[in-house]
């Protein structure tokens, strides 16, 4: 199953928890991200730009994104994609922890109580940094630089229209809808022009690198495969008298 879909599933779960504690937590501790905030953002970009440069590299990229289907979503990619895939949801949790925790912490230094919400907001900001930067809602594409950019620009739009800036009160639910409605458009446009070169007139679009040997896709360069599959005729029938039914056999 694709991997949105379990993580889905599983902040949905989380939501429920969160709304059986509505009650504000006092911040433990005296951290103040503030002072840090310079090494925490280029530490992030460091981050973002080395996963990118890996992702160029085309055996690592087709290892990461070898849970995009090819053909028939039916069809198992193995268990690497499984695997990859689980890991690259993992990886992603911590990170939203470390980012939650240093949230808490700069909300606790000037209030010094946090109020728990759902933070589905922030989960829609996130997902649309990341389309907006040119990754591919599908999988297996995207950019080095793409990522960084986007979120340093949503970054600087979230803070200038809050009320410490312009004041613009602008809901985060409405601006995460706009991001990832762009980020959409962006997706539509990176699988249009990001394709693979033409091999032949036969194959424009060969896929067949990151394919799975033995399994076939539903179309080729050749067209729709289901119209070549012979021809069967359908069998005789007997009626009651025991005569054959000669229209069972007209096709």
């Not at 985060?172 to 033409?198: K, Q, S």
């Not at 394919?211 to 729709?224: F, L």
Request: proline share 5%.
């Amino acid at each position: 199953m694709p991997g949105w879909a379990g993580s889905l599933a599983a902040a949905l779960a989380v939501i429920v928890w969160i709304q059986k504690h509505p009650d504000p937590l006092t911040v433990a501790g005296e951290f103040d991200p503030t002072n840090q905030a310079l090494y925490l953002y280029a530490g992030f970009a460091a981050l973002s730009l080395v996963a990118g440069l890996l992702g160029a590299i085309r055996s690592i990229r087709r290892g990461v994104g070898r849970f995009r289907p090819v053909g028939d979503p039916a069809h198992r990619r193995g268990g690497l994609g499984g695997v990859v895939a689980s890991l690259g949801l993992i990886a992603s949790t911590a990170l939203a922890a470390v980012a939650g925790v240093l949230l808490a912490a700069l909300n606790g230094a000037t209030e010094q109580v946090v109020v728990p919400t759902e933070g589905i907001e922030l989960t829609g900001l996130a997902i649309g940094a990341a389309l907006v930067g040119g990754v591919s809602a599908y999988g297996r594409r995207g950019g080095v630089f793409g990522t960084l950019l986007s979120v340093s620009l949503l970054s600087l739009v979230v803070w200038y229209a809050g009320k410490d800036a312009a004041n613009w009160r602008i809901s985060h639910y409405a601006l995460a809808a706009g991001v990832v409605a762009v980020g959409l458009v962006v997706t539509r446009l990176v699988e249009t022009f990001g394709r693979p070169l033409p091999v032949d007139e036969e194959s424009p679009d060969d896929w067949s690198d990151v394919g799975v040997p033995g399994t076939a896709a539903w179309s080729t360069g050749s067209g729709d495969t289901w119209a070549n599959l012979p021809a069967q005729a359908a069998p005789a029938r007997t009626d009651q008298w025991g005569d054959e039914d000669r229209w069972s056999s007209l096709r």
